[in-house]
């Protein structure tokens, strides 16, 4: 991008938020990889789709931004977030499962 291409970019008031969006990314990626916090898998994959559309709305205000090459490297990082969300998310049904038929499988332990 040239200076007059930033400029008009700036004047959308997207730097800003581009900068927090690209802030939330890192702090939740490495909050994730400490803790495998859930809440912080699914902001990850917000701030990425988020910044996704940013890509989008730059790429109508300048046409020969390179969207695509742009995300490249977000998109893996997304990816992978999406398979640990899924498998959180398989596990917090299964633990509900567990706890909603305990009471069923109780039942059919003591008869055997």
Request: aromatic letters at 10%; proline letters at 2%.
């Amino acid at each position: 991008m040239n200076g007059r291409e930033s400029e008009r970019i700036e004047q959308a008031g997207l730097g800003e938020y581009v900068d927090r969006l690209a802030g939330r990314i890192v702090g939740n990626f490495w909050a994730s990889c400490a803790a495998c916090d859930v809440d912080a898998i699914h902001d990850l994959r917000v701030a990425v789709k988020r910044l996704r559309a940013v890509f989008g709305l730059v790429k109508s205000l300048q046409p020969r931004f390179k969207r695509r090459r742009t995300y490249r490297p977000l998109r893996g990082l997304y990816r992978m977030a999406g398979r640990v969300r899924d498998f959180q998310v398989q596990q917090q049904l299964f633990r509900l499962w567990i706890t909603s038929n305990r009471a069923g499988a109780d039942e059919f332990s003591s008869v055997g």
